[in-house]
Each structure stands twice: as C-alpha cells, then as structure tokens.
T-cell receptor, first 111, second 116 residues
C-alpha cells in the first residue's frame, strides 16, 4: 500500500462547477500538506500548502486537512477551462525535506 | 522571474549510452531535488542535496545513476549505461528553508528521456 493514495481520474466537470479533489494517507507523521498543479508537459507548481489540520483559502481554491481521518481535500470553486491540469497532493513530516506525492488526479473542465 | 532551468528538454538515446541531465536551481536556493515521473509510478524522488552535499539518494539505482552538484549553480544527473526502462520525465526542483520548517519546492520544466 502506498503512503499517499489519490484517485487518478480523469475527473470531467462543466465550467463553473465546484471541484473536489482528495487524497488519503497512512503516515500520521505527516504535518505539511501541499497541492501542486501540473499542466501537460510542464513541471508541477505549488498551488497551496497547509500546516497540520484546518482550512486554507486562496481565491477560488480551498485546501482542507483532516488529520484524524488522514484525509485532505482541494476544492475549486467556479472552475474554469484553464484549471484543466493534473493535481498532485504531496506531504512531508515536521522535519526533513522529503515530499511524498500522490499519483495525481487529471481534471478536465469543459466549456 | 526566477526559475529552475533544465537541459536538455528532450533526449533520445540508444540503450547503453550515457545520459547527462543538467539543472540550474533558483539563485539562493540551497536544496536541490531530482525526481522521475512515469505514468506507472508517478513522481518519485531520486536524490536531493543541501548546500551541495548529498543528503539522500536512496531512491536512485546506484549501479547506473549518479547525481552531483559541482557548484551552487549546477546539479547533474547521469545515467550510465541507460536502459529502456529509464524512459521518463526527469524533474529538478529547488527550494530553501522558509519560516519554521515549512518547505516549498520549485520545479523545472523537466527533461523528457527516451531510451530505445
């Protein structure tokens, strides 16, 4: 079993929909939780990160972490075709530099 | 606009040949990571350096892969000899310790390697 599980999709939604992307993990030592966005043939770019539990909002994006359930989510409101990309969750322990990535979910927003 | 740069962007080579990939981290970043991305395995960490010293290369096949950082502006990843199973996109990322223990990694555009 992988440390971080993420449904690869693809997830296809109409423009304007609310998108929910999720990851589960097994290592309770993870304290930092990140979402990266990767466009086709590009490198991943950091979208948001959260420390420990709670919510964080940035424009149309909201990240949620539920450490009791070992479950993290990324919500995208008013989704746009430009949001079409692969979204990777990543996690790391309190100390150290190693990120553990999920497999990535392919999102397609249709106009 | 500070970016991680990688060369070459694409490389096609024959099995058995040596492959060298180069990365220029963002100026001032003291940690450099090498990742490999495939459809089957996703994004895997191969090795990383801090202040040019290798900290962890446990993800790298030691018999054929080597990673070095000859200076603060250059990181290299070599495969010798290359095999078809090495075909993947190789990403370099750099970062620096931000406030507290938070950490952000900035990825380069990747080197797409095909070994025939």
């Amino acid at each position: 079993q992988k440390e971080v599980e993420q449904d690869p999709g693809p997830l296809s939604v109409p423009e304007g929909a609310i998108v929910s992307l999720n990851c589960t993990y097994s290592n309770s030592a993870f304290q930092y939780f990140m979402w990266y966005r990767q466009y086709s043939r590009k490198g991943p770019e950091l979208l948001m990160y959260t420390y420990s539990s709670g919510n964080k909002e940035d424009g149309r994006f909201t990240a949620q972490v539920d450490k009791s359930s070992k479950y993290i989510s990324l919500f995208i409101r008013d989704s746009q075709p430009s949001d079409s990309a692969t979204y990777l969750c990543a996690m790391k322990r309190e100390y150290g530099n190693k990120l553990v990535f999920g497999a990535g979910t392919i999102l397609r927003v249709k106009s | 606009d500070a970016r991680v740069t990688q060369t070459p962007r694409h490389k096609v080579t024959e099995m058995g040949q040596e492959v060298t990939m180069r990365c220029q981290p963002i100026l001032g970043h003291n940690t450099v990571f090498w990742y490999r991305q495939t459809m089957m395995q996703g994004l895997e960490l191969l090795a990383y350096f801090r202040n040019r010293a290798p900290l962890d290369d446990s993800g790298m096949p030691k018999d054929r892969f080597s990673a070095e950082m000859p200076d603060a502006t250059l990181a290299t990843l070599k495969i010798q000899p290359s095999e078809p199973r090495d075909s993947a996109v190789y990403f370099c990322a750099s970062g620096t310790l931000a406030s507290g223990s938070s950490y952000e990694q900035y990825f380069g555009p990747g080197t797409r390697l095909t070994v025939t």
